[in-house]
């Protein structure tokens, strides 16, 4: 296989991770806000605080109105990690990789572009918002069931799901980093309102359910953190993403660079007591795990893809 | 000669009663070619299926009797068939768009075939042959000895003025000592019904794709008459073109490693280079896919690690093919690849500075360069050519301008010329002007009629000019496409076939002789005549 094609399809599987994560951290946060008192709620800004694209928001928005933020999420052409535009880089990342995949999925990822940007001011409206990324959500699942039922299961295959979970790992982070960051005064827990926002936390990662399967206690700082980091078999975990994405290198020759970036964040993630921590020190433990991931995708990149072109070095 | 509105007449061709079931079987059975045709308007210019109107060419009366019982219903049906067909199987090219964006279009596409009796094809096979076999033998002598020039069958002047002369290839001994693996010639008829060869493309000539997709989708549309026809198949080349390419392979006892490469999902013949790729079951690639290593091997990027690379089959200008040799900044390219090309380690299809013979004024002494180089005479002609570095030409030219087409050497893409009937005077002049000044860039030709094909307007069949561009390839041998790519200018009175400005395409069918002598529509008149009597 082709180090341009391995690329490309890791991109792919990442862009249409990051368009479906994004869906569900905007649903949540809608629900989120309903729920809570006016002075309480965080409001919009937690959500571009979790894409890191501050910079870039401020630049061209006023201020972090529901309206600028979720246009900004949704379907904002200058913002790589919108929905749009994360999917309009999946499908040009497919266009070239076309007899690599299922034609169904290159007919659904096709038809997922056109229905997020042309649908996309039902998106923006309070009312239609919710069906919008309901839609949205299942659509990206369908391209994933797509590549799992009907996908050669070879090489481009591990690379379509490296790119899946180190994004999914990624984005699991980054919500708990910001969204624990606007609720933990560490020694005074229990405030009113706290249980809630914990329980939108693993809303965002459609962990609620699954947590109350798996830990069956209460919604609290604590479980919740080992819950999303470190759960060996739910599949937005942390822990379990970069388990997954060990099989997958196992898989793949020349991988022993990118084992062993593997199994230094699987060993840092196995050797913390979560609960433990401080608020500074979860922030630090965040920045050292997400170092980690970013470590594994250089690692992937030196070894299988193609190296950068010129241009984009001088970038 | 009129370039624009030569149709006199402009009624809808529209007959009354010609569904399958209609008045032609009710007068007994005897199936004449009329109701279409009656009002088919195509005096003045070759029609390949019609000599006048209700007047089917010999040999093609079965086809026009088959066409005309369908019904002018029926055949839009069938074009719209054809169109939902290409949607659905993705067959595309690229546009830039004046937003400055891609476009990717669907194809635009006529369902009524261009036939060409299998006699008539067998002979232009034969010239395509005699006229790529004597252009290989041209290139070669020109990047070795230079024969042709010391013989003074070649002007020398030419040759120094040429701009596809690549000096970084004197001395290079290809594979086969070809160089020009893949051509692309295009082919006019006159109205004297004369096939000529309009320009021969030996760089990287492309719709050969196009040809393939034509074919399959008249399969699904129109079926029956396929089957009645028996059309030589095209399905071939794919095949002929990967053994082209692997009978170049420097490592000839390996299974080769042969590559396309593209510039890129951006070029506008993208579809092409990936369909040719994975008919061949060959890697697509982009330059930074492939690197030159220090042993002077290509090598190609892959997941287990580099692999090494036998044949490239480049869809990119010989500019863009290697910094290291060309263009510094290009980065569409494989640094080396010209290094790696000469030691004999890769091999590259067309060879770089092919294109030295695809230049307009080189292409006036094409019928030279077969004698000279075969011994014997051209078998499809020249259009008849005024080369204006010759003194008697260059005044017949100057006094003649407002009948010519005169075109300089190096362009393509119609930039540059001029069309003497219909420019204006000052325009004429100016021109003249510029051809006095340097006599040897510039050629002329007199503007020809092309022929024309019925094609599907609306609901009516009305003429439209048509080019062919076959494709012919060389390697260990010569093998050409049955028929080529037949390209249509979609525009009434439109001369201008190219795809990007308003231009159409059709399949192309060989026929054997005798094939689909008898209508259709008469065969099952007197199968129904048949069973009646049983009955």
């Known amino acids: 296989m082709l180090s341009r094609v391995a690329e490309n399809l890791y991109w792919l599987a990442r862009y249409v991770e990051r368009a479906e994560d994004t869906a569900r951290i905007v649903t949540v946060n809608a629900n989120l806000l309903l729920d809570l008192p006016k002075g309480v709620a965080p409001g919009w800004r937690p959500l571009v605080d979790i894409t890191g694209a501050n910079a870039l928001f401020e630049e061209h928005y006023k201020d972090y109105g529901e309206r600028q933020v979720v246009r900004f999420l949704l379907g904002d052409e200058r913002h790589a990690g919108s929905i749009v535009t994360a999917l309009a880089a999946a499908r040009e990342n497919c266009r070239t990789i076309r007899d690599i995949v299922p034609r169904e999925f290159w007919e659904q990822i096709n038809g997922l572009h056109l ?38 299961h070879d090489q481009g295959f591990e690379f379509l799901r490296l790119g899946r979970y180190l994004e999914r790992a990624d984005m699991t982070t980054r919500i708990a980093d910001v969204q624990s960051a606007n609720l933990l005064p560490a020694a005074d827990e229990g405030r009113p309102y706290d249980n809630i926002q914990w329980v939108s936390v693993l809303k965002s990662m459609t962990a609620y359910q699954m947590y109350r399967r798996s830990e069956q206690i209460r919604v609290q700082r604590g479980p919740v953190l080992r819950f999303i980091f470190k759960h060996p078999s739910f599949p937005r975990s942390v822990r379990w993403c970069i388990e997954h994405a060990r099989i997958g290198l196992e898989r793949l020759p020349r991988n022993e660079a990118s084992l062993r970036e593997v199994g230094r964040t699987a060993r840092l993630l196995d050797g913390t007591d979560l609960p433990a921590l401080s608020q500074a020190e979860l922030h630090q433990f965040v920045d050292d795990v997400q170092l980690g991931i970013a470590a594994l995708h250089g690692e992937i990149a030196a070894t299988w893809f193609p190296p950068p072109l010129a241009m984009d070095a001088a970038a | 000669m009129r ?95 004046e937003e400055g964006g891609m476009i990717d279009r669907t194809w635009p596409f006529d369902v009524i075939p261009r036939v060409i009796p299998e006699p008539e094809w067998r002979r232009v096979e034969a010239g395509l042959k005699q006229r790529v076999q004597a252009l290989n033998l041209f290139i070669d002598d020109l990047y070795h000895d230079q024969r042709i020039v010391a ?20 001395g290079v001994d290809p594979p086969l000592g070809i160089w020009a693996h893949i051509c692309g010639s295009d082919l006019v008829r006159d109205r004297d019904g004369t096939i000529y060869v309009l320009e021969d493309n030996l760089r990287v000539p492309s719709g050969v794709s196009y040809m393939l997709e034509n074919r399959l989708v008249t399969k699904r549309v129109l079926p029956e008459l396929f089957e009645h026809y028996a059309p030589l198949p095209v399905d071939d080349y794919p095949s002929q073109l ?43 690639v982009e330059g930074r896919d492939l690197f030159v290593a220090d ?72 019928p030279e360069i077969i004698k000279y180089y075969l011994d014997q005479e051209p078998i499809i002609p020249n259009v008849p050519t005024y080369r204006c570095m010759e003194p008697e030409a260059l005044d017949y030219v100057v006094e003649h301008i407002a009948e010519l087409v005169v075109k300089p050497a190096n362009e393509s893409g119609g930039y540059g010329m001029i069309v003497g009937p219909a420019a204006t005077q000052a325009e004429r002049s100016k021109f003249v002007q510029l051809v006095k000044k340097d006599p040897r860039n510039y050629i002329a030709q007199p503007t020809l009629g092309i022929s024309t094909v019925p094609t599907i307007v609306k609901r009516a069949l009305e003429p439209r000019h048509v080019d062919l561009r076959p494709f012919i390839l060389s390697a260990d041998r010569q093998s ?32 054997p002789e005798g094939a689909g002598e008898q209508s259709q529509v008469e065969a099952q008149a007197q199968a129904q005549t048949q069973s009646q009597a049983q009955g």
């Open chain 1, 115 to 152: 229905f997020a940007a042309g649908e996309l001011q039902k998106g923006l409206a309070k009312t239609g918002r919710h069906a919008y990324l309901r839609e949205l959500v299942l659509r990206c699942q369908t391209l994933a069931g797509l590549l799992d039922g009907t996908m050669l």
């Open chain 2, 151 to 170: 013989d003074k069958v070649f002007p020398k002047s030419v040759l120094e003025k040429s701009v596809n002369f690549r000096p970084q290839c004197v």
């Open chain 2, 295 to 366: 042993d002077d091997c290509c090598w190609m990027r892959t997941v287990d690690g580099p692999a090494r690379v036998d044949v490239i089959y480049r869809r990119i200008d010989d500019l863009f093919l290697d910094p290291e040799a060309f263009h510094p900044d290009s980065i569409l390219g494989v640094p080396g690849l010209l290094r790696a090309w000469k030691a004999g380690n890769v091999a590259l299809a067309n060879a770089p500075g092919a294109g030295v013979a695809d230049d307009k004024v080189v292409y006036a002494f094409v």
């Open chain 2, 242 to 284: 990967f053994d082209t390419l692997a009978a170049l392979s420097p490592r000839p006892a390996e299974y080769p490693e042969v590559v396309v490469l593209t510039p890129g999902i951006y070029n506008s013949a993208y579809f092409e280079h990936a369909y040719l790729a994975q008919q061949m079951g060959a890697e697509l």
């Open chain 2, 480 to 511: 050409v496409t049955m028929g080529g790519l037949t390209r249509v200018a979609l525009r009434k009175g439109s001369l201008v076939v190219n795809s990007s400005q308003g231009g159409g395409s059709k399949d192309t069918w060989i026929i």
């Open chain 2, 3 to 97: 370039w624009a509105g030569c149709f006199r007449r402009r009624r809808r061709v529209v007959s009354a009663a010609c569904g399958l079931t209609g008045f032609h079987i009710e007068t007994g059975g005897r199936v004449s070619a009329q109701g279409t045709w009656d009002d088919y308007a195509c005096e003045g210019f070759y029609d390949e299926l019609m000599q006048g109107p209700g007047a089917p060419r010999s040999g093609c009366e079965a086809l026009a009797a088959d066409l005309d019982a369908l019904g002018p219903g029926e055949l839009a049906a069938r074009q719209q068939a054809a169109e939902a067909s290409i949607k659905e199987m993705g067959i595309t090219f690229t546009v830039y768009s």
